[in-house]
Nanobody, 122 residues
């Protein structure tokens, strides 16, 4: 099964920026649509942004204009650039692959990374 590993989280002051990375490893043909979720303490996990294999993107209203999702298919890596960070962006950020095409007949479903902590605080 595909493995997803996030990195790039940390502590940043309000107004600052971070770039998260999600590297996929394993044997597969296509990651297809990739997503970033986040979960703040005491709250449900929420979809932050997604990107199709062709590069089309969608964002949650709360991050539009501040976050940018992108991908490098050659490196099997998805990025989330977060600018103008706010304390309410504090959460564990997870990379998610809903469907991964392993080959013509096999798929992996609902693949999650382990998460990376983002803390926005002065």
């Amino acid at each position: 099964q595909v493995q997803l590993v996030e990195s790039g989280g940390g502590l940043v002051q309000p107004g600052g920026s971070l770039r998260l990375s999600c590297a996929a490893s394993g044997t597969f043909f296509s990651l297809n649509t990739m997503e970033w979720y986040r979960q703040a303490p005491g709250k449900q996990r929420e979809l932050v942004a997604d990107i199709t294999s062709g590069g089309s993107t969608n964002y949650a209203d709360s991050v539009k204009g501040r976050f940018t999702i992108s991908r490098d298919n050659a490196k099997n890596t998805v990025y989330l650039v977060m600018n103008s960070l706010k304390p309410e962006d504090t959460a564990v950020y997870y990379c998610h692959a809903p469907i991964v095409t392993r080959d013509l007949f096999r798929y992996d479903y609902d693949c999650w990374g382990q998460g990376t902590q983002v803390t926005v605080s002065s």
